[in-house]
């Protein structure tokens, strides 16, 4: 059990596991203050990337500061992005999924609007998607679940994520002039 919590006590893991609690908690409440709109879209979950890559530009930033004396390399701030990310999408996907096991009411009411959400731009979506591929996500709407949503985090942010994980691992590096960590 020793070595559990030695190999979990390293600064380069425990500082972004940290960071990602917090980011998982800063997404799921943003979620529910969307939740409670009258309507949302998926389009919110950009803002998730958002808060994702502010608290992965503030983990290197920390770790910069405090455990690298100013330094840090490249592979240290993606690993740091990675974990902060993994930690955080995982963490607010389960919040989740709680919160619509707990209440399945906040279900409902999200497919509801889900689904309006979709009718409404029926004529955009069928242009962007096709008929068949439309008439899938509507009746995938009904197959919602709350365990539907612990990876939906991973899903909606993974892309976009990449690309901010590597721009803040490239600003926040800064290698010893010696070349040496």
Not at 107 to 120: A, D, E, G, V
Not at 149 to 167: G, H, N, P, S, Y
Request: glycine share 6%; net charge positive; hydrophobic share 50%.
């Amino acid at each position: 059990m020793k070595s559990v919590i030695n190999f979990f006590n390293k600064p380069l893991l425990k500082i972004p596991l940290l960071f990602g609690l917090v980011a998982g908690l800063v997404c799921f409440l943003f979620f529910l203050v969307v939740q409670n709109l009258d309507k949302f879209s998926s389009t919110s979950r950009l803002l998730d990337v958002g808060f994702f890559s502010i608290l992965i530009a503030a983990a290197c930033w920390y770790y910069r500061k405090n455990i690298g004396k100013g330094y840090m390399h490249m592979w240290e701030g993606i690993s740091i992005g990675y974990v902060v990310w993994l930690t955080g999408a995982l963490f607010c996907g389960y919040l989740t999924s709680l919160f619509f096991y707990f209440f399945p009411n906040s279900l409902l009411h999200y497919k509801n609007i889900l689904r309006q959400s979709l009718l409404t731009n029926k004529e955009e979506a069928v242009k962007v998607w096709g008929k068949e591929l439309y008439d899938q996500k509507i009746a995938d709407i009904d197959l919602l679940e709350p365990s539907s949503f612990i990876f939906d985090e991973f899903r909606f942010t993974l892309l976009l994520i990449v690309m901010a994980v590597l721009l803040i691992a490239l600003i926040f590096r800064k290698q010893h002039p010696s070349g040496a960590a």
